[in-house]
């Protein structure tokens, strides 16, 4: 049987490719990371793409891999903390798949990344400031999509069932 795509969405540190994972497995879909996807088109890490082609360059990768993974079916898709920059993203997976948000307070996000060198939006200076400061200036768009998953407190598994119950909700609504 074929699947309507589910879609994470977030900050970086929300949780996104541990809950997808979780979640790809217990439905028995198939779980795309864009991140790792994009590495391993590009040949190289995201902090080389920032570096050498600049921010924009990778904006440009993210949305043709958003518009390729739209237009397919049965996938869990954990995507790039600043997937929401862009709307059409949202819209192309909205049209095609049910999009969740998770959410996480600055602190415990910088727990979550504290000792990764891999997200070049936040290296360099005082990380917790750098999260607070990208987190409250991205805030309205991660809080304009409907599907909304707090992950204070919870483990990756935590998070996946609380997506399960949520997507049986809606299902039993429809
Ligand atoms: C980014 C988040 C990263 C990655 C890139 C840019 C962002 O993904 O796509 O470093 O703009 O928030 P994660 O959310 O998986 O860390």
Known sequence: MKHANIILVGFMGTGKSSAGRNLAERLDMTFIDMDDEIVR???????EIFRDRGEPAFRA????????????????ISTGGGIVLNPDNIADFSR???VFCLQARPDTIL???????????LQGGDKLVKISELLARRQPLYDAIPLQIDTEGHKPADTA??????????EGNE
């Open 41 to 47: 088109r590009e040949g190289c890490t995201i902090p």
């Open 61 to 76: 990768i993210e949305r043709a891999l958003v518009q390729e993974l739209a237009a397919r079916t049965n996938l869990v």
């Open 96 to 98: 095609t798949g049910r």
């Open 111 to 121: 727990k979550r990344v504290e000792h990764d060198t891999n997200r070049p939006l």
């Open 161 to 170: 069932e609380a997506i399960l119950k949520s997507l049986q909700e809606l």
